[in-house]
Structure formats: C-alpha cells, structure tokens
C-alpha cells in the first residue's frame, strides 16, 4: 500500500520582502498559514506547485509543505514550518509582530 | 587601521553599481532566481527563513568608530534596529528588502565597508586574532596581511568558482585566539632569527566532517606568502570534489590525497605562481603595514583604576573576566560582552553600537574589534579610563562580566533565522545562561566554553566547545546532542560524543549535571573544566548525563 498522501499548502518567501508567503485558492499570496489553499489530491497540489514556481518575479523557492487540517485552517505538522509561520523565538519580530 | 585608496574606493563603486543592475533586472524579471542567486551570493545577500540576510564583512575584526556608527545606522533605517556578529567577524542584518540592499551597500561604501565575498563559493572574508596589535604575545600585528589577502582574494579571477567555499585566518601569537587549525588555511606569524615569516596549515574546518589543519610549511618567507597561499588554492581548486559537495572542501582533498602528496603538488605549482608574482606585492605590503603603525599611547598614573579595583565590587568582578594584559604597560585590552544573561549571543542594538564607537572614540583610539566569539574588544584602553568606562557600558547593558564562563556562548542563529538550520540554537544559549545566572555559580565554575551549532555546518563551532551542543531533527522533534573536550587554542581538539541527544526541554538539565559532575570531581577550583576533562575522561560525565535519577526520570 502506498503511504497515503499527506495534505499540503504550496509555500515560498516573497521576491521583495523576503517573508514567508502561502498560495491561497484565488491564486492570491496571502502572508498568513490560515488562508492558504490545503491541497489533498497529490496531482492536483502538483500542478499548483508548477503554477506558483513559474511566478517567478513575485515568490522564491517556492515548495509543498505537509499540513493539517484544522479548525482555523491548515496547521504546521513540523516545526520548521511552524516557526516559518511565527517568526524568530528571540524577540517578537515577523509574522507574530504583524497579526 | 587601513585605508581606502582611490583604487578600492572606485572599485567598490563600480561593484555596487553592477550590484543595484542587478536587482533591478532580478524584480524587472530579466534575471531569474537560478541566474540571481550566484550574483546576489557574491555580494553578500542571503535569503533565510523569514526575510533576507546580509551578511557585511568586518575585515580581520577591525572597526573604527566611524565605521561601527554606520553600521548603527544600517540596523535602524533598514532593518529592525540590531545586528547580529557572526562567529567569523561580520555582522548580519536580518530583516532587509531586497530593494533596499543597494542602498545599503552604497551606505557600507562612505565608510570602507563590503558584503563582497561573504558568501558563495569563493576565498571568505579573512579573520584574525582579535587581540591583533595589542596583545602581549604577539611575533607581529597578524592584520596587515590579512589585509594582503582581502585584496589578493577579492574578485581573483582564478577563484570566484571554487569548489566550495574557502576560510583563511590569522594569528600573530602562538597563543591562537583566531581558532587557525579550523580553517582551509591557517596563517601563524612566526620568527626565525630576525626575519619575520608564515607557518601555514591547511585542511582543518569544521562542519560535517569535522578535520584538525596539518603543517604544510613550517616557514615561508614574506616574499613567498601570496604565491604559496595562491598554489595552495589553486591546487585545490584543480582537485577538490565538484562532484559532491559534501566532499569539496580542501580538508576532504587534504585527507583523501595526504599532506605529504598535498605539498608536493603545492610545491609544483609555486614554482609557477612564484615567477608570475613580480613583487608589487612587497610594496603593497609595506603601504598596508604602515597604516598598522600602533596608536600613540601614552604614559599616566593609573591610580584610579587601583583604587575603583579596591572599592567597587561590580567593576572589580568585571576587571577580572573581561580585561586582558596589554603589551604597553599602564594599558589593557577590554572585552565588552555581547552576552548579557537572557539576550541573544552575539547581537548589538544600533544604541549599544553608538555609544560603543563613541567609547572607542573617547577611550579607545578609535579602534573596536569583533571577536569570533561574537564579543567586542576595544583594543587600546589606558587603565585610567576603564572606571569611567565601565559606568557608561553599565548604564547601556554592556557591562556584564562574563568572557570565557559559562554564559559566554558561542550560538548561531539556528532556526529562528537559518534556511538550513535544523534546530534553534538561541533560546537554548538564553536558557543555559539565565540558568547558570540564577544558580549564581558561574564565577566558582571558571573558564568553560560552551558552543551551540544548530545544524551540522558547525557555524556555532561545537566541536571545538569545551562542551558542544549541535541541535538535530530527529524524526521531526529538535533534538540535541552534546560533545564535550572540544579545544579552539593553539592546542586545537575535536568534542568527544556523548551519546544520545536531548530534547529541547531537557538540554539545560543535561547540562547542569555535566557541569554538578566537573564541581564534584574537580581536584581544586583551579583545574578547570577541560583540564578535569582530560584528566577524567567520559565516564564520570557520561554517567551523570546517563545514569542518575534526573536522567532516568527524563527516559520515561
């Protein structure tokens, strides 16, 4: 049995800015975890990850990473991402500074 | 401290002109990211987990205060008020846009600064001693050629594509403060009779593998050193592993071929480099060096400085961590730490940096220096200031007495910062010294290095801690493994592995009972912390860690 395919947001750093940057469902780059699309169809979440590499001039690096549904949207399963979507742990700068 | 000639002035220029090109062709769309990255890396610029990062070069150490103030300047108008001093003496600024780079750099430029070469795969900014010009133990000033080499390697046409990065440090002092046998090259001053010359090593660094540099010349005369440093690189640059990266640096060449092979080869290729060099550098050198020339110290009682020595505690306890015996008599070197208990190692806000230069300027000669181990040195204080001083670093938070104990950690920014971090290594050096602060025992455990990298590229230089911690993901969990007996010196050595890591929550424990073990087991307060090490070997600490109720209870 193939291991069963894990949901994921499609994730990049803003061109100009440099932050942390969610692809959302209206093909928007939204800057918050909550709003962003959660793919469960590995085909599908595929095709959006080419779509969203070749917008080049707007997002760098742009890759899948895993998530889990939750109540207020997708949530971080690792804590690589989790910290992507928080900011640094030493002073209260980036994302959890702007909400 | 050197100056720009009109040479270096437009070639920077014309350098940040290409740069500002560039970008705009990056966000016009001209450029690709894959196209951008190489260029964008040359100059300093990093893309990290939140925002980009640049990375200025502070060549050798070496700041005036003219040039710390505008690096306050950078750290409030374009990034979020700090900045943060690496393990190999640059700054980095954490929070820039990509459009606002060029502007920076232009900034850097009015006052003889670069982000040039602090990254990519080219000859990396070169350190130095950070006692350089000032310590009692000094053969000669190891910045004048370091400064040889910063203009020797910067935009070598031979070497913008090496295999992989390349580290050169100096020492002028047989005692290495500037941690020479890890890095590609390490540069020791040396005497013979009254010429003065180069001991070279190569292959020692860091990272996943981690390697001791070898002698490949016990003496090279000045005439031969950019010629010899130039074949070393070259050979290397022939053979090192393009095929893996993993595998390119020259420790990896040094070891797969031997140092013997390795010199023979070098030696080849100097007779070549040697007849292409027509001495225009001897001359440049002598230019540089007399720029070094010792500052005009001068001759006062220093009575003051016995009498708040004898009358006030918290300078006196400062006195004896932080100042360092200068080789003019009446002066010292005085360490200001960047350390202070809870903060993060390592980062200055752009008012600590201000009235650092306004210090240096007042007291100090002008000069600042940055230490690998993310402090700040003014070089040149007179004793009789030091009172006076030490009331001002009080009152800005810059005065904690701590170099060389326990809190005086060495942390990369690990994942609260680092695209290739595996871990965080801040909040763990925070933890560790708001820790030993409250115990209130740091100045009965003495000199005790610790060093956090937080991932296997050993930016925080672990295995050289006299304890290591390198922070891991293991199966999705922060998880961090300590090594213990690691030396920085001249007597240079590679942590012993423990065992098995610890979580987040449970390393400051870990690491309270490593140290319970050394207070128990050491012969006298004097026998520090690697000398109990040596003499004990592993087993007390590894029971300690492993085997007590504390431990046992953490398994469960």
Not at chain 2, 189 to 218: C, N, Q, S
Not at chain 2, 309 to 337: C, E, M
Not at chain 2, 467 to 490: H, N
């Amino acid at each position: 049995m193939p291991k069963p395919f894990a949901p994921k947001v499609v994730t990049a750093n803003a061109l100009i800015e440099g932050d942390v940057v969610y692809l959302a469902a209206d093909d928007a780059w939204v800057r918050d975890l909550a709003q962003a699309e959660i793919l469960t169809d590995e085909a599908v979440a595929q095709v959006r990850l080419l779509e969203a590499s070749a917008r080049a001039h707007e997002a760098v690096g742009v890759y899948l990473a895993d998530v889990a549904p939750g109540t207020t949207g997708p949530q971080p399963t690792h804590f690589r991402e989790d910290f992507r979507r928080r900011g640094p742990s030493n002073y209260y700068h980036g994302k959890q500074a702007s909400r | 401290m050197y100056r720009y000639t009109d040479f270096d002035t437009a070639f920077l220029a014309e350098r940040n002109r290409q740069f500002r090109a560039q970008v705009e062709r990056r966000i016009s769309g001209a450029l690709t990211e894959d196209e951008f990255k190489p260029l964008r890396l040359m100059n300093g610029l990093y893309l990290q987990l939140h925002a980009y990062m640049l990375r200025v070069a502070i060549p050798y150490g070496t700041l005036s205060s003219a040039q710390m103030r505008q690096l306050a300047l950078l750290a409030e108008k374009w990034d979020k008020g700090y900045g943060h001093f690496t393990t190999r003496q640059n700054i980095q600024y954490n929070w820039p846009k990509l459009t606002d780079v060029p502007d920076m750099l232009d900034a850097l430029a009015e006052v003889g600064l670069h982000a040039i070469q602090t990254s990519g795969n080219t000859i990396r900014n070169v350190t130095a001693d950070h006692f350089a010009g000032a310590a009692a133990d000094e053969v000669a000033d190891p910045r004048p050629v370091a400064e040889l080499l910063r203009q020797w390697s910067t935009d070598h046409p031979e070497f913008q594509f090496l295999p992989r990065k390349f580290k050169i440090a100096v020492t002028g002092a047989p005692n290495d403060r500037a941690v020479i046998k890890a890095h590609d090259i390490g540069i020791e001053v040396v005497r013979r009779g009254d010429e003065i010359g180069y001991r070279i090593l190569v292959g020692g660094g860091l990272g996943r593998t981690p390697m001791i540099g070898k002698e490949i010349a016990a003496f090279v005369p000045q005439a031969d050193l950019l010629p010899y440093v130039e074949a070393v690189v070259s050979v290397w640059n022939l053979l090192g592993r393009r095929d893996n990266k993993y595998k390119a640096r020259i420790k990896i060449t040094v070891h797969e071929h031997g140092i013997d092979e390795i010199r023979r080869l070098v030696e080849d290729r100097f007779v070549e480099t040697r007849a292409a060099f027509n001495g225009a550098d001897l001359e440049i050198f002598d230019h540089i060096r007399a720029q070094f020339a010792p500052p005009a110290f001068r001759n006062a009682p220093d009575d003051v400085y016995d009498a708040a020595y004898a009358t006030d505690p918290v300078f006196r306890a400062w006195a004896d961590t932080n100042l360092t015996a200068h080789k003019v008599p009446g002066y010292a070197i005085a360490q200001i730490s960047l350390k202070a208990h809870g903060e993060t190692p390592g980062d200055a806000s752009a008012e600590q940096m201000r009235v650092l230069a306004d210090l240096a300027e007042r007291f100090g000669h002008d000069e600042l220096r940055i230490s690998h181990e993310q402090n700040v040195v003014l070089p040149h204080v007179h004793r009789s200031d030091l009172p006076k001083m030490h009331k001002i670093l009080k009152a800005h938070g810059l005065a904690t007495a701590n170099i060389g104990r326990i809190s005086d950690i060495i942390a990369c920014p690990g994942m609260d910062y680092c695209a290739l971090a595996t871990a965080r290594s801040i909040p763990i050096a925070q933890k560790i010294a708001t820790r030993f602060d409250e115990l209130k025992t740091e100045a009965d455990i003495g000199e005790l290095k610790i060093k956090i990298s937080g991932c296997i590229n050993a930016c925080g230089h672990h295995h050289v801690g006299h304890i290591g911690i390198l922070g891991l993901d293991r199966g999705g969990v922060e998880t961090y493994q300590i090594t213990l007996g690691g030396d920085a010196t001249q007597d240079a050595a590679l942590g012993d592995r423990t065992g098995p890591g610890f979580s987040y929550e449970d390393i400051v424990p870990a690491i309270e009972r490593i140290v319970g073990a050394y207070l128990e087991q050491r012969e006298s307060p004097e026998e520090t912390f690697l000398q109990a090490y040596r003499r004990l070997g592993m087993a007390p600490f590894k029971a300690a860690l492993y085997d007590t109720a504390d431990a046992q209870s953490e398994a469960a």
